[in-house]
């Protein structure tokens, strides 16, 4: 929602998309979910495969910015990018994706996903630093490429707590 | 498959079926002892081939204007690169057409014929990205290496003197027994991959064009020229078909890693 209110994408064209995780891994339904858009890789296939130039990687924090007017819609940063994260605008017919809000990050503000999540589940890290025991940068559910190197880092869910009454 | 794409399957079978012509038309007119052929009207129809394909693969941009941009990221993008060895090679072809007197001049004809090469495999490299796990590998190239040989050989002999059709029906043959054992241990392969790589496998056992790509488009021709000893007309035709199913194959049945997000991969 924070995302539809800051952009207004066309219906249908999601920059950040909620995966409810699958029994098979976490096995209470409809309790654990991954809130993923583009993962700012450290080696951006979206970058490396697109041929008019439309993407770069900012030096000072890595984001990989989109230039939707340079983009010719050949679709082929949709087909390489394994994390689903550039999708194509039937409308404007080119390519978009998160951009990370790099004018609000210049702004000194936060992305509006960070800043709208109500239970503080985004949140800007710098990698580099971020240590915590929890966290992992390829949970189960999330497709690992190592020659990519997605920004990211995940705290893994916690089991819920079963209370069961004494009879 | 997206209607984004029919342009593409159009595009990758005529430029690869042009780069088997002229690659075993260099062959046979120069490595062979003989006649030459119907070299003309052959790299008559290998341009004309390549011009219907680089037409058809505007229509698969959002932005068909741009086209010319394409090769601005050759530094990295293998598209840039296909988009630069494919224009190279349609000039070296239209070169060959004009300067035609019988045959084709050698060093002309062998350096299209690489060129042609090279340019497959950079569309073999770009049709081989991280999203697809089942063709994040060098099978796209050896698809398309396989769709040159054998509509290559099928095109091929229609421009070649009774004397010469052996050996074309000789590559056609090989070709074919190739192509049939590639298509069908492949997806079989793809069974024993992780959940996405195993989908797509699943997703070609169990689909009819992949069948009917196998029946008509390899197991008929390669039956006809084997009993016939020679290329009958009507199979190239056929094989061209086959070559089309496969391809609608290739786009619309390999899974995206990103369809099984919160799944095991
Ligand atoms: S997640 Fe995809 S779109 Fe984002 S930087 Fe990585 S490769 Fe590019
Ligand atoms: S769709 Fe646009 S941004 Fe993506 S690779 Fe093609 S030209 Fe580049």
Redesign the interface.
């Known amino acids: 929602m924070a995302c539809k209110n800051q952009y207004h994408q066309e219906n249908g064209v999601i920059w950040r998309?909620v995966?409810?995780?699958?029994e098979?891994?976490y096995p209470h339904r409809e309790r654990a979910?991954?809130s993923?858009a583009c993962n700012h890789c450290e080696n951006p296939?979206c970058?490396?495969?697109?041929?008019?130039?439309a993407y770069y990687k900012r030096d000072a924090d890595g984001v990989v910015v989109h230039e939707q007017d340079k983009?010719?819609?050949?679709?082929?940063c949709?087909?390489?990018?394994?994390?689903?994260a550039p999708r194509?605008n039937p409308v404007?017919?080119?390519a978009e994706k998160c951009s990370f809000c790099w004018q609000r990050l210049d702004d000194g503000r936060k992305p509006a996903c960070v800043l709208g999540c109500p239970t503080d589940a985004l949140q800007i890290v710098d990698l580099a630093e971020f240590d915590e025991a929890n966290a992992v940068q390829y949970p189960?559910?999330?497709?690992?490429?190592p020659?990519?190197n997605p920004s990211v880092s995940f705290r893994l869910p916690a089991m819920p707590k079963m209370i069961r009454r004494k009879l | 498959m997206s209607e984004?794409e029919l342009p593409l399957v159009i595009f990758t079978v005529l430029s690869q079926t042009a780069v088997g012509l002229v690659a075993i038309s260099a062959i046979r007119q120069h490595a062979a002892e003989g006649p030459a052929g119907s070299v003309r009207p052959e790299w008559m129809t290998a341009a004309l081939l390549l011009i219907a394909g680089l037409v058809a693969s505007l229509f698969?941009?959002?932005?068909?204007l741009?086209?010319s941009?394409?090769?601005?990221?050759l530094g990295?993008?293998?598209?840039?690169r296909e988009?630069l060895g494919t224009g190279v090679f349609t000039a070296l072809v239209i070169a060959g057409l004009l300067s035609a007197r019988g045959r084709v001049n050698a060093g002309l004809s062998f350096a299209a014929a690489v060129v042609g090469l090279i340019a497959l495999f950079f569309t073999g490299m770009?049709y081989s990205?991280?999203?697809?796990?089942a063709l994040n590998n060098v099978m796209p190239f050896v698809f398309f290496l396989l769709t040159a040989a054998i509509l290559g050989a099928g095109f091929a002999s229609y421009f070649t003197p009774a004397e010469k059709m052996p050996l074309i029906t000789r590559i056609l043959t090989v070709s074919l027994i190739v192509g049939l054992v590639v298509y069908l241990v492949v997806p079989c392969l793809w069974l024993s991959g992780g959940t996405v790589m195993r989908q797509t496998g699943l997703n070609y056992i169990s689909s009819p064009l992949y069948w009917a790509r196998i029946i008509a488009g390899l197991i008929v021709p390669l039956l006809a020229v084997w009993r016939m000893k020679t290329v009958p007309a009507w199979a190239p035709v056929l094989v061209l078909a086959g070559e089309i199913m496969g391809r609608i194959a290739f786009f619309s049945l390999a899974v995206?890693?990103?369809?099984?997000?919160?799944?095991?991969?």
């Open positions: 998309d995966y409810e995780l699958k098979e891994i979910f991954y993923l296939t970058l490396n495969v697109c041929p008019v130039v983009c010719i819609g050949c679709g082929n949709i087909r390489s990018c394994p994390y689903g194509y404007l017919k080119r189960a559910g999330f497709p690992r490429y020659a990519l | 984004m698969h941009l959002g932005h068909p741009g086209a941009l394409a090769i601005k990221h990295s993008a293998w598209l840039s988009a770009t990205p991280p999203g697809f796990p995206h890693a990103s369809a099984n997000m919160g799944g095991i991969y």
